[in-house]
């Protein structure tokens, strides 16, 4: 089992304050159309349901028309004493129909509704299974230079926008259009002149729409990148909460929090008040076509042109042919949001992965009973550094031509000042990182040739920042084998001295552990993660010993853990406190990224070199030197 934490102090690292313009919203729709590719047939039944639900809906203001015509018809005649009067039995004709047509519109209207939602889940689950898979490939260098929250505001706050898009826009811009043209056509079908009148409504509202469209399109580009921002500070100062309080940095967090929440402040209220501005904006070009169709009506009417209920009919329809044009201004300002968080995601999907795997690599063989082959190995624990440098960044190399021959069961202890190296050492014995120049080899073969699932079981690690998740004491163990069974996992809680605790716990091996494990004491989380790693039955070992922070007695528990797990096993010890790495087989001094000296403690305390100064002034002065 192994595991990177990574750590940041309580005031956080600078964020990157972004606000820029999308660069590629017509990309960003494209690889979005591309997701919903798969559910083509649905799509289609989802266009036809939305047009045929709206094309009833439109019929009906027509045929109550009719309805309207037979009325004046009758009151008329009985008016003129004509005979006849109101035609109720034609009149409850045309209201059943019309009754008939709205249902069957509901209906469809509720069939692609239930499609879209579908749909609309079924791409967001998708993109959130992706995201997910992403994480796991991607390189420790990009967390270096993001924060938890952001990537934590992919899969939440941006999934979400693009959920809730695809579920309203997409029927809405079918139905809107759908709508506009059979408005267009009935309008005509009833009066051309009054019809010209409408359509001169649709430059002007479209010219709002563009240039409110377009002052709106960076707030909300901003407001998703300052919404991740936000997120990761608060992620960021929950986390590192007690050192927050520890050295008294509320004032300076909640100062930091007050920068970043005002830039989102500043963006999303802009967003949203243009967004609310369509609406109304619509609504009162719509009323002045309305009140200019209202007068040209009445004239053709009393002329003789058209009949009261063309006339009816007509002006519903101009209420309804104002309704597609808000609806656009409004989905527009939807699929602004839609696209930077569309961008944002597949920015994300895009990033650069881990170096490819070996399409030939070494096998691990764990079966003593199978014979070795030139592929399938059974893996002995030899290390070897060939020659490596390494650097974070090319222009900054911290490792330089190391060299280290370490054989199968050594206990090997990394020594040395901060910044030497040393952790970086086990990030590049993990892969985690590759190397710039040189090779690891394990057993002779660079671990570049292994899969990076299959090298990191090999290693067994124990941090001096423990991890446990929210579950029982048991699955914390069982996180090491996941197939082990339950005497599997007591017989390594008794090997790494946790059996004894665990039967004073109220639940036992069933206890729940809270989010950050704090109802158990530092040195017990530091016990189970060392019965985990038992349990994992690893080949070679890291340990960052972890025992200052607890007390004497629950030291020598945890050291004697330790020679359990060491026992047969190559280990690679980073030590803080030198008196406790006296017995290891080989010790790497390590300064500035080099070897400085190596051999057992006997022959560098002889030497009078930097090994003896670091071990003589942990004593001298009754301190010990931090080295970590």
């Known amino acids: 089992m192994s595991q990177q934490h990574q750590h940041r102090g ?17 990309g960003s729709f494209a690889k979005l159309l591309k997701y919903m590719g798969k559910y083509k047939v649905s799509l289609i039944l989802v266009f036809f349901f939305a047009i045929a639900s709206t094309v009833f809906q439109i019929i009906g203001p027509k045929i109550l028309g009719e309805a309207t015509n037979k009325l004046t018809e009758g009151i008329m005649a009985m008016v003129q004493g004509s005979g006849g009067g109101i035609d109720f039995v034609a009149i409850g004709t045309i209201i059943a129909v019309l009754l008939g047509l709205y249902v069957v519109s509901l209906l469809f209207g509720y069939l692609q509704g239930y499609l879209m939602a579908g749909i609309s889940m079924k791409v967001t689950h998708r993109l959130r299974i992706d995201i997910s898979n992403k994480i796991h490939r991607l390189p420790f260098r990009f967390y270096d230079t993001t924060t938890t929250g952001e990537v934590l505001s992919y899969i939440t706050n941006d999934i979400d926008a693009i959920s809730q898009s695809l579920n309203q826009s997409v029927t809405q811009i079918i139905t809107s259009a759908t709508t506009l043209i059979g408005i267009l056509v009935m309008m005509f079908t009833i009066s051309w002149q009054m019809s010209l009148v409408a359509l001169a409504m649709i430059p002007v509202s479209m010219l709002f729409v563009m240039i409110i469209g377009k002052k709106s399109q960076k707030h909300f580009v901003s407001q998703q990148a300052f919404l991740g921002h936000v997120n990761g500070h608060v992620e960021e100062m929950y986390g590192s909460h007690l050192v927050v309080q520890a050295f008294n940095g509320q004032e300076r967090c909640a100062q930091d929090f007050e920068t970043y929440n005002d830039s989102l402040y500043q963006s999303a209220w802009k967003s ?16 002045l076509g309305y009140v200019a169709v209202c ?17 009816q009919a007509f002006m519903q329809y101009v209420r309804q042919f104002t309704q597609p044009i808000a609806q656009v201004a409004n989905i527009s300002n939807i699929l602004q949001q839609t696209a930077a968080a569309s961008e944002r995601v597949f920015a994300f999907l895009e990033q650069e992965e881990e170096i490819p795997e070996n399409p030939t690599p070494v096998r691990v063989n764990r079966d003593d009973s199978v014979p070795d082959t030139e592929l399938h190995v059974h893996i002995q624990g030899s290390v070897q550094f060939a020659h490596v440098s390494f650097g974070y960044s090319p222009e900054k190399i911290i490792i330089h031509d190391f060299c280290a021959n370490i054989q199968p069961g050594q206990k090997v202890a990394i020594v040395g000042p901060t910044g030497a190296g040393k952790s970086t050492i086990i990030k590049l014995l993990m892969r985690f990182y590759d190397v710039n120049d040189g090779a690891i080899l394990i057993d002779g073969y660079d671990i570049k040739d292994f899969k990076r699932n299959e090298l990191r079981s090999l290693f067994g690690m124990v941090l001096q920042d423990t991890w446990l998740y929210h579950a029982s004491i048991a699955d914390n163990i069982r996180y090491g084998k996941l197939d082990a069974t339950e005497e599997e996992i007591r017989q390594a809680a008794k090997a790494a001295q946790v059996d004894h605790f665990v039967h004073t716990l109220p639940d036992g091996y069933q206890m729940i552990l809270n989010e950050d494990a704090s109802n158990i004491s530092q040195g017990q989380k530091q016990l189970l993660t060392i019965a985990r790693a038992i349990l994992a039955d690893p080949q ?4 960052d010993e972890a025992t200052s922070s607890v007390d004497t007695r629950t030291e020598v528990l945890i050291q004697t853990a330790m020679n359990n797990l ?20 080989w010790i790497l001094v390590m300064k500035d990224g080099d070897i400085l000296e190596q051999g057992n403690h006997e022959q560098l305390m002889e030497q009078h070199g930097f090994y003896a100064n670091l071990y003589n002034s942990q004593f001298e002065g009754n301190t010990e030197l931090e080295t970590a």
Request: glycine share 14%; proline share 3%.
């Open 10 to 26: 309580p005031m956080g690292r600078g964020m990157q304050m972004g606000g820029a313009k999308a660069k590629d919203f017509k």
């Open 272 to 287: 949203q008040f243009l967004a609310g501005l369509m609406m109304p904006v619509m609504q009162f070009i719509g009323n």
């Open 295 to 311: 007068i040209l009506g009445g004239w053709l009417a009393i002329t003789g042109v058209i009949s009261i209920g063309d006339i």
């Open 540 to 543: 070679i070992l890291i340990l």
């Open 566 to 585: 060491m026992n047969g096993r190559t280990s690679f010890v980073i030590a803080h406190r030198l008196s406790t790495i006296r017995d290891a087989d």
